[in-house]
């Protein structure tokens, strides 16, 4: 009987062990972090839609709807799902505790943008809101949660650099969502696509 438990111990283990990661590995909503290589790649002008978004890695210009600014943007990291969590607990030390609904996921992106061109005089207000997440077709509510830091979000003037975090949610059957600069939140027009793959 000595024998028998510490082999049906193990055996139980291995068994719901393999079960619960291999899910957790197999799911293909669920990617793996995906990080940047350098040096960045530059989107060419077919891309940035929402049939052909940007990819992790490669840098998308964006002028505004006036015309009167100019931005380089790049997302240079993307988690999602469990990867979250862990990328908080690692950086911060602890789990952020986020309100869970079961049908999203989270989605944690690093973001640099070159604020190359606009009015000398006029700062511009850029943070996570710029950013809106098309997931199953539709435009998901922007969220209140705390980014790590530095947090994507700043008061900027033409030749600043921007990086940081910004969290989002997306549903968590969607294979492919997509993060959105600049979408005009009234009707959905404008906007460059990226992807977090």
């Not at 530059?42 to 964006?62: F, L, Q, W, Y």
């Not at 999602?80 to 986020?98: H, L």
Request: with cysteine; hydrophobic share 40%; proline share 9%.
């Amino acid at each position: 009987m000595r024998r028998i438990l510490p082999l049906l111990t193990l055996l139980v283990g291995i068994i719901f062990g393999t079960s619960l990661s291999a899910h957790a590995d197999t799911n293909p909503c669920v990617p793996t972090p995906v990080i940047a290589a350098t040096p960045y790649a530059t989107a060419d002008n077919s891309m940035g839609t929402r049939d052909k978004p940007i990819p992790v890695g490669v840098i998308g210009h964006r002028t505004s709807q006036d015309g009167l600014r100019k931005y380089d943007i790049v997302i240079k990291e993307a988690y999602r799902g469990s990867a979250v969590i862990q990328k908080y607990k690692t950086e911060n030390g602890f789990d952020p505790a986020f309100p869970t609904e079961k049908d999203k996921d989270y989605l944690l992106v690093y973001v640099e943008a070159k604020y190359i061109q606009g009015p000398p005089d006029g700062a511009d207000k850029l943070d996570e809101s710029v950013f809106t997440v098309l997931s199953d077709s539709q435009f998901i509510s922007p969220l209140t949660l705390i980014a790590l830091n530095p947090k994507f979000d700043t008061l900027a003037l033409p030749g600043a650099t921007i990086r940081g975090w910004i969290v989002k949610q997306v549903f968590a059957d969607d294979p492919a969502p997509l993060l959105v600069w600049g979408i005009d939140p009234s009707n959905g027009n404008g906007g460059m696509y990226f992807s977090i793959k």
